[in-house]
C-alpha cells in the first residue's frame, strides 16, 4: 500500500472510525431487518393512513436510526436516534433533492464553527442533560423555504449519551462537513442597559430613554391624527424604533410605548438600571447582577 | 486494467457475525483504493485533484457505509456509483468557475512522495485516458459502460448497479459502444 493509501486510510479512520466502530451488526443482517419496516411504511403511505408518510427508515440496526418523513403540509420531519445515522440520513435528504444536512458538532473541527443560535440550544441541552431527554432528536424543515444556493444545516450532537438536533440554520454553498464545538469569544465586556420589560440594549441609559420618548412621540402623534387604530399605532411605535438597526432593547421599548398610548401614556420605559455583563462563554455565566438570568441570556444573543 | 478473478471476487465484502463495520470498511478500502484511484487518474492529470477526488469519495463511502446493502450489489459497483457523483460534482463546481477541490474538507496538501505517487499512477492510465478520449462521441451512458466494464474492469452487474442501470440495459449499450469503437477503429485503419 502507497504512502497516499495508508495516509488516506489514517484520515478516515480519524473521521468516521469512531462512528464505524458503533455499526457493529453485519450490514447483510442490517438490510434483512430493515426491509419489513420499510414496506409497512410503504403500504401505510399508500393507504393513506396518517399525516406522514415514511419515505425511509434507516437500514442500521433495530430500532431504526433515522428517519426521514414527509408530512402532508410539504414539510419534513428528520428523526435521528445515533449521531452515526447522520450520513444516511444526509444520503437520504441528498436523494430526495432537499438542500438540507444533517451536521455532526464535534471536538476538533477545524472546518466551521457552530452557528451562534446553536449555541444556545446546545447550552440548553448540557444542562438538562437527564432530565426528561428525549430518546430520539428531531428537525423539521421546509424545502421550499430554502433559497437557491443556500443550504439548511442541522447541527446534530450528543449530550450526555442521548442525540440532540438543533434547529436548522440556512448557509451559503455547501454544508460543511462538521461543525466544530463551541469556541468562546473573545471575552469583551460591555455596558448594557437593562429596560423595564427585561430588554438588554447596547445604548447608554439616557439614548434608550430619549429611544423610547421618540417612539412614544411618534405613536401619540399617530393617535392624534387619527390615522391608525391603537391596535396599528403598537406598529407605528415600532416602525419608529426600527431605525435603531434592529436593538432588540429599543423594540422592546416600543412595545411599551404601544401600551402606553392607552391608560399609561405618560410613562417613559426609563431603563431601571446599567449592568455590565460579559461575553458568554459556555458553560458559566455572564457576571452575576441583580435579576440577572434571564437578561443575561439576551446580553448572550446580543453578544454572539 | 482488467481485473484477474480473484482480486475482483475480493471486491465483495464479507461480513461475519461479529464482524465489525471499520473491518468490513477496512477490508473495502483496501481492495479497492486502487481501482478508484486509476478512476480519477484517467480523469484529472493533476496528482493533487487525483488525492482530493479520491479522498472524498472514500470519505462519503465511509460516512455512508451503514446504508450500503450488499445484496443490491458488490461494494465495488457502490464505490463506483459515489465516484460518479463526486466526479460530476466536481465537474459542475468547476464549470461554474469555482475551485471544486478547495472546498473538500478533506483537502491536505501532497508531500513529495505522494505526488510521485499519483504522478505514476496518472501517468500508467494513459492508455485508459486515450480511450476515454475516443470514446467523446458516444453517448454518456455508453461511455461510462466502456470505461467502468473495459478499463476499470467491474463486471456487467456491477456496472450496471453503479449507473443505476438494468443489467440488460448495460449490456445493450455496452455491445453498441464497443461496435461503434470497433468501427471507428477499422475506419482509422
Known sequence: ?304 | MMLGDSERGSATVSTGPSGSALAEFEQVYRHNIDVVMAYFARRCAEPQVVADLTSETFVRAAGAFGSFDPRRGTARAWLFGIAGHVFAGHCAQTANGRDAVARLAQRRPLDTDEIEELAAKIDAERAGRELIARCSQLPELERAAVELVDLAGLTPKEAATALGVSRVVLRKRLSRARARLRKEHQGDE
Open chain 1, 1 to 304: 500500500m502507497s504512502k497516499f493509501e495508508d495516509r488516506l486510510w489514517r484520515d478516515l479512520v480519524r473521521r468516521h472510525g469512531a462512528d464505524l466502530a458503533e455499526m457493529t451488526k453485519p450490514a447483510s443482517k442490517r438490510a434483512r431487518r430493515a426491509r419489513p419496516r420499510l414496506l409497512a411504511s410503504t403500504s401505510v403511505a399508500l393507504a393513506g393512513v396518517g399525516t406522514a408518510a415514511v419515505l425511509l427508515l434507516s437500514a442500521a440496526s433495530s430500532p431504526p436510526a433515522f428517519a426521514v418523513s414527509r408530512n402532508s403540509d410539504g414539510t419534513y420531519t428528520v428523526t435521528l436516534q445515533k449521531l452515526a445515522a447522520v450520513h444516511g440520513a444526509n444520503a437520504r435528504l441528498a436523494s430526495l433533492g432537499i438542500r438540507a444536512r444533517l451536521v455532526v458538532v464535534t471536538q476538533g473541527c477545524t472546518v466551521k464553527a457552530l452557528p451562534p443560535a446553536a449555541v444556545h440550544a446546545m447550552a440548553l441541552a448540557q444542562s438538562m442533560a437527564g432530565k426528561e431527554a428525549p430518546q430520539v432528536a428531531t428537525a423539521r424543515l421546509d424545502p421550499r423555504r430554502i433559497p437557491p444556493g443556500q443550504v439548511q444545516v442541522i447541527p446534530a450532537y450528543k449530550v450526555a449519551g442521548t442525540v440532540h438536533v438543533d434547529k436548522a440554520h440556512l448557509m451559503q454553498g455547501q454544508a460543511p462537513a462538521c461543525f466544530s464545538t463551541i469556541v468562546a469569544p473573545p471575552c469583551e465586556l460591555r455596558q448594557m442597559t437593562v429596560l423595564r420589560n427585561g430588554h438588554l440594549t447596547r445604548l447608554t441609559p439616557a439614548e434608550a430613554k430619549k429611544r423610547a420618548e421618540q417612539a412614544l412621540a411618534t405613536f401619540r402623534a399617530a393617535v392624534s391624527r387619527g390615522k391608525n387604530t391603537s391596535g396599528d399605532s403598537g406598529n407605528v411605535g415600532n416602525s419608529g424604533n426600527s431605525g435603531s438597526s434592529g436593538n432588540s432593547g429599543s423594540s422592546g421599548n416600543s412595545g411599551n410605548s404601544g401600551n402606553s398610548g392607552t391608560s399609561t401614556a405618560t410613562q417613559v420605559p426609563a431603563p431601571a438600571a446599567t449592568w455590565t455583563v460579559g461575553c458568554y462563554v459556555h458553560g458559566n455565566h455572564p457576571p452575576v447582577t441583580p435579576n440577572s438570568g434571564n437578561s443575561g441570556n439576551s446580553g448572550t444573543s446580543g453578544n454572539s
